[in-house]
């Protein structure tokens, strides 16, 4: 039987969140693979890379189990045949795929890897039964603030506290969210009771092949591996997905060289208790590489952070600081640096590294939606060695992008993002690529611009806050009477560069 430990691996959950014990693995051992684009033009069916390859020799050094929760596939030809073969020698192999109402997976090769291994479930019908429970809801609602303009998206209030004003904004897409599916977004696979794989990587010609930058975390732990096979239960066995899983609550680990927190979503509250106290504890330094962040409290930790001295460094994704809910510009207005990638492939990491000892990895993008409605798996990782390795890969990285990205959002598919007009992909997701997207022509249209920001002074009885009459900065109860509303200073709005 385990050790159980007093020692918890992270700061403290909160206040709401069960606090579980740690559980000592000494045998233990966390591998952290991180992966920088370089001069590859296109996706690629190869598997050359250590993303892919870590994974290749699980799969197949497997003697007994092979149990798996992907996005999907996409022409990783050398995975696939190594799983058909590990089925064929007798290893049983399981897995869980991400599909829509109507079935459908966003993977090419998904349909093909299903009917060659044939014991692969899916989300569908869990995805049916929530859209009927989410059609008897009535949202409604109106915004405590005004609309952007030329927006039909669900309005985000906002105002974060720059010490000496308020930072403000209304975030809104453009285009009216439809009724979207959670989606199993997770990246993992369990070999033999042990062994697990996952972060970021998707299977993909992309992702495991080398296009993208993405990160994988190899555990080498039975209890580990035990609560990832228990999560896989609920989705292959049960058939629970999404908000009908059971909370088991967040597994701490003691490895060998580094102390794991796991939490699930959306179940475990992932950022609410995993994330935002490792930002919220942080005193020297956060590096961030992060596909997508929309999530309006991590914006907020971070502009904190920063007013408390912490240095911060953010590198996005071309497409993800398109989105209309990206903080990024929030993040640059309150004085953080943030660079946005001009590669041809994505940054498609989910992660962080806080202090020098703190890693954060998973495949949980940093939004509401991968905390409250996807299948993810997030890592908390305190361990000085992974978190300098980290450090370290994120200074390269930023050094190696142009100080010009500190303030242009590059068109994904443009001659700023170098092979994105050549590598056959639609890094747009516009329905067209390469020669057919007017941003790779020789006058490319501007990008559409993002929501405004403004900042209004702060007296000392002001507080950055939505009041419920729309008033972006509400007086203290003390405040005397009759005192005028501050001026609002509107620097120039936000535009897409």
């Known amino acids: 039987m385990p050790a159980v430990l007093a020692l918890a691996a992270c700061p403290k959950p909160g206040r709401d969140a069960p606090v579980a014990p740690t559980i000592a693995d000494p045998d233990g051992e966390l591998e952290l693979l991180l992966y920088q684009p370089g001069d590859r033009p296109a996706p690629a069916d190869t598997c050359d890379v250590p993303l892919c390859s870590s994974l290749l020799r699980l799969i197949e050094g497997a003697q007994t189990s092979i149990d798996f929760a992907i996005y999907g596939v996409r022409n990783q030809s050398q995975v696939m045949a190594?799983?058909?073969?590990?089925?064929?020698?007798?290893?049983?192999?399981?897995?869980?795929?991400?599909?829509?109402?109507?079935?459908?997976n966003y993977y090419s090769s998904t349909d093909a890897m299903v009917e060659a291994l044939g014991d692969v479930h899916s989300d569908q019908q869990s995805d049916l039964r929530l859209a009927k429970q989410r059609a008897r809801k009535d949202i409604g609602g109106?915004?405590?603030?005004?609309?952007?303009?030329?927006t039909l998206g669900p309005v985000q209030c906002l105002?974060?506290?720059?010490?000496?004003?308020?930072?403000?904004?209304?975030?809104?897409?453009?285009?009216?969210?439809?009724?979207?599916?959670?989606?199993?977004?997770?990246?993992?696979?369990?070999?033999?009771?042990?062994?697990?794989?996952?972060?970021?990587?998707?299977?993909?010609?992309?992702?495991?092949?080398?296009?993208?930058?993405?990160?994988?975390?190899?555990?080498?732990?039975r209890e580990l591996a035990s609560r990832y096979a228990q999560e896989f239960e609920q989705m292959y066995g049960r058939g629970f997905y999404h908000t009908q899983k059971l909370p088991h609550g967040p597994a701490r680990v003691s490895l060998g060289n580094a102390e794991v927190?796991?939490?699930?979503?959306?179940?475990?509250?992932?950022?609410?208790?995993?994330?935002?106290?490792?930002?919220?504890?942080?005193?020297?330094?956060?590096?961030?590489a992060v596909f997508f962040l929309t999530h309006k409290h991590i914006a907020e930790d971070l502009i904190t952070a920063h007013q408390r001295g912490v240095e911060i460094r953010v590198i996005i994704d071309a497409t993800g600081a398109r989105n209309e809910y990206s903080k990024h510009e929030l993040?640059?207005?309150?004085?953080?640096?943030?660079?946005?990638?001009?590669?041809?492939?994505?940054?498609?990491?989910?992660?962080?590294?806080?202090?020098g000892h703190s890693v954060i990895a998973g495949s949980m993008n940093w939004t509401s939606s991968g905390e409250y409605n996807n299948d993810e798996n997030t890592l908390l990782?305190?361990?000085?060695?992974?978190a300098a390795q980290y450090h370290a890969f994120f200074d390269a990285t930023w050094n190696a992008l142009p100080d010009t990205?500190?303030?242009?959002?590059?068109?994904?598919?443009?001659?700023?993002?170098?092979?994105?007009?050549?590598?056959?992909?639609?890094?747009?997701?516009?329905?067209?690529?390469?020669?057919?997207?007017?941003?790779?022509?020789?006058?490319?249209?501007?990008?559409?611009?993002?929501?405004?920001?403004?900042?209004?002074?702060?007296?000392?009885?002001?507080?950055?806050?939505i009041d419920m009459d729309g008033d972006a900065v509400r007086r203290s109860t003390d405040a005397p009477p009759?005192?005028?509303?501050?001026?609002?200073?509107?620097?120039e709005g936000i535009a897409a560069d």
Request: proline share 9%.
């Open 142 to 150: 109106e915004p405590r603030c005004d609309r952007p303009p030329d």
């Open 482 to 491: 009759g005192v005028a509303p501050p001026q609002v200073v509107a620097p």
């Open 381 to 386: 990782i305190r361990s000085p060695e992974l």
């Open 261 to 288: 927190e796991l939490r699930f979503s959306p179940q475990d509250d992932p950022i609410r208790d995993g994330v935002r106290p490792l930002l919220k504890h942080a005193r020297e330094r956060i590096d961030i």
């Open 405 to 465: 990205l500190l303030t242009v959002n590059p068109d994904p598919e443009s001659r700023l993002s170098i092979t994105s007009c050549t590598d056959g992909v639609d890094n747009d997701y516009d329905g067209r690529k390469d020669a057919e997207d007017p941003g790779c022509g020789e006058n490319p249209p501007p990008l559409p611009s993002l929501p405004p920001w403004r900042v209004v002074p702060k007296g000392d009885r002001m507080t950055c806050d």
């Open 159 to 221: 105002a974060y506290d720059l010490g000496d004003g308020c930072l403000l904004a209304a975030h809104a897409s453009r285009e009216q969210l439809g009724d979207s599916d959670a989606i199993m977004h997770d990246k993992f696979f369990v070999v033999d009771g042990r062994h697990v794989w996952t972060g970021s990587t998707n299977v993909s010609d992309s992702c495991s092949g080398g296009y993208n930058a993405n990160l994988v975390v190899v555990a080498h732990s």
């Open 331 to 355: 993040l640059r207005a309150a004085g953080i640096p943030v660079k946005v990638e001009n590669w041809g492939g994505k940054m498609h990491m989910k992660s962080a590294a806080i202090d």
């Open 82 to 104: 190594a799983l058909a073969a590990a089925k064929a020698r007798g290893v049983k192999v399981r897995g869980v795929v991400d599909r829509d109402r109507e079935g459908k």
